[in-house]
């Protein structure tokens, strides 16, 4: 889904995602306010959207490490090297979260 707003780091965003069983896909809308969320939720339920697992993640955690893991090697936790949304989702997101908070519009 594209976005349509500038990014205002005041506001909080949301990730949106959910697996659409009729088109076979999974669908990502990221960095929706509150307002666009609760339109997008109302929209597949009053559409009868045939969707599953839906989730909404706060991008302020997507934007966080991960949490330390433990190097056998070094014989200590040591901080993540990738983000929370490169966890979940891959690098593509990410590269998305970092233009539009540079203020890149996607259309």
Request: no cysteine; charged share 30%; hydrophobic share 30%.
């Amino acid at each position: 889904m594209p976005m349509q707003q500038n990014y205002d780091p005041s506001k909080n965003y949301y990730m949106l995602d959910y697996f659409d069983k009729d088109d076979i896909a999974w669908i990502r809308s990221p960095y929706n306010t509150l307002e666009e969320l609760s339109n997008k939720i109302e929209f597949l339920n009053t559409t009868g959207a045939n969707i599953r697992d839906l989730r909404v993640l706060p991008e302020t955690l997507l934007d966080q490490k991960r949490d330390a893991q433990y190097d056998i090697d070094k014989q200590k936790y040591v901080e993540d090297t990738i983000t929370n949304r490169q966890y979940h989702f891959d690098d593509r997101y990410e590269g998305i979260a970092n233009s539009f908070k540079k203020g890149r519009i996607f259309a």
